[in-house]
């Protein structure tokens, strides 16, 4: 395979390149969560709070599969550095923006980038190492996501703390341009002709249903009604865009779905369960901090402290998952993740405003376990089931999922939350708007409401969140009811 290359890639600097680049993806999901708070208490717009999340996820979720295509058509490094271009304009940016829907279409920008990141990183680590390296390296790559899971929430609450919010866009551009830096100086690609077709079609289509969904459910009930005409069509075009879509994929001669591996009851449940877990994770990261500092009144750095607790569980479980794996195979396993998601949901519904911080962090230290366990199994088991000329879209399908699910995740709990705060407000005659809730989120912004307002907000809030959680822990339900269905045995592993 490899050609006589005239100048040598250096790897280490090339791998260490890579984990730079695929860290400042990675922590760009968690960095905003702490920071989020803040962010809302100064623009405004606590009702388009779940946007800021559905809006880089959806990009970066739709764009994944296509730029893995166009690395194998064009090369690597030309489509790293266009996607980590886009990455850092969108960052930029970010820190500029001066409403809610500024950050939204600015986020957008950023996660139609940062797609670029996660699967051409993974690409590039399996073009230079052999497949005997690559489980060791694979372990390198997982602790990018641990360290910037760790570190997201504290560096976010750091900067929010003595800096300003602004940075925590910032922060990616210095880092961005290293990355790229190293990728362009250390890696030598050898010039190789391949004819791939890309699936325009597919990802326009999934694109826009999926933005037509997530619209309807995180707006619904408050841009309109939920029973009017306009809600109605929403919902009809966007299934009807996305059954075509899957239509289209069947047919298609590249697809960007690749059905037929999902005949494969292992890759279905595992895909399904992946869709239920990112969920989850998506409804703690964006949730827990504003429950933390708009009902417990924790400043933003306790916030961050209670998020990294999960993010501490999901490396350590994620480490132990390989060795549970060759011995009680990947039921076993994912069954005691399964069980460990709904131990953490079941916390987090009975978690009160007076539980404190502590409680909080140890509800999610569960849910990271559970995540740890789960995706770990799912991973090894998937790339083990498909043949290794399928590896690539098998892993790229099951990444797609559990991002599909983040995506959902942040509209369905987004939708939640909104509704019963408009539910709460009318029921108790109060009349405020959902938007109120950005005073709680500062102390400084705190410190302005009257205290009759304030508790009676935090009363709203703390009763809406107790939906989202409620919701969390029926994703958590499911998970483990899928994860029944999942081949038991312990997986063979074939050696090439």
Same mark, same amino acid.
């Given at each position: ?218 707006? #619904? ?8 005409? @306009? !809600? =109605?069509? /929403? ?5 009807? $865009?996305? &059954? ?84 009680? #195979? ?8 399964? @069980? !460990? =998601?709904? /131990? ?5 519904? $009975?978690? &009160? ?144």
């Amino acid at each position: 395979m490899h050609m006589n290359i005239h100048k040598k890639t250096n790897r280490p600097l090339v791998l260490i390149s890579v984990m730079l680049a695929m860290f400042v993806g990675a922590v760009e999901a968690t960095i905003v969560s702490t920071a989020m708070p803040a962010i809302a208490a100064e623009l405004g717009g606590f009702s388009r709070y779940s946007w800021i999340f559905s809006s880089y996820l959806l990009m970066s979720t739709v764009t994944v599969l296509i730029y893995g295509k166009l690395a194998d058509l064009f090369g690597r490094k030309p489509i790293l550095f266009i996607g980590i271009s886009i990455f850092l304009i969108g960052s930029v940016l970010c820190g500029f923006a001066l409403t809610m829907e500024q950050l939204i279409i600015y986020r957008l920008i950023q996660g139609l980038g940062a797609g670029a990141v996660m699967p051409i990183a993974t690409t590039i680590v399996g073009d230079i190492y052999t497949t005997k390296e690559r489980a060791k390296i694979q372990g390198y790559l997982s602790s990018v996501w641990g360290v910037s899971a760790v570190s997201g929430p504290v560096i976010g609450g750091l900067i929010v703390q003595y800096m300003d919010w602004k940075y925590v866009f910032w922060v990616n551009v210095p880092l961005g341009i290293l990355a790229m830096a190293g990728v362009f100086f250390f890696l030598h690609e050898p010039v190789i002709e391949r004819k791939v077709a890309i699936d325009f079609k597919g990802a326009a289509l999934l694109a826009t249903s999926l933005s037509i969904i997530l619209f309807w459910l995180v707006e #619904g009930g408050q841009a309109f009604d939920r029973t009017s005409l @306009l !809600s =109605l069509s /929403l919902v009809v075009f966007g299934v009807g $865009l996305f &059954t075509f879509f899957i239509m289209t994929e069947r047919k298609a001669a590249d697809p960007m779905m690749p059905f037929a591996i999902w005949k494969n009851p292992v890759i279905l449940y595992a895909n399904l369960v992946s869709l239920t877990t990112g969920g989850i994770i998506i409804g703690v990261s964006s949730y827990l901090p504003t429950f933390v500092t708009g009902v417990m009144e924790q400043p933003a750095i306790i916030a961050g402290f209670t998020l990294t607790a999960m993010s501490i569980g999901w490396p350590i479980a994620s480490s132990v998952a390989g060795h549970l794996l060759i011995k009680f #195979g990947t039921f076993k396993v994912s069954f005691a993740g399964g @069980l !460990s =998601l709904i /131990l953490g949901g079941t916390l987090f519904v $009975l978690m &009160t405003g007076g539980s404190g911080p502590l409680w909080a962090a140890i509800s999610s230290f569960f849910i990271g376990v559970g995540m740890g366990l789960t995706s770990t199994a799912f991973i090894v088991t998937i790339q083990g089931a498909v043949s290794r000329e399928q590896r690539g879209s098998a892993t790229a399908a099951n990444m797609f999922m559990r991002n599909f699910g983040n995506t959902v995740g942040a509209a369905v709990f987004g939708a939640v939350l909104n509704g019963s705060l408009l539910a709460i407000f009318k029921k108790k005659e109060l009349d405020y708007e959902v938007n109120d809730i950005n005073l709680l989120l500062t102390e400084e912004s705190r410190s302005t409401l009257p205290l009759v307002k304030m508790e009676e907000l935090q009363h709203a809030l703390d009763g809406s969140l107790q939906w989202v959680y409620i919701a969390v822990l029926l994703f958590a339900v499911i998970s483990l009811l899928l994860i029944l269905r999942i081949p038991r045995g312990v997986v063979q592993y074939d050696d090439n």
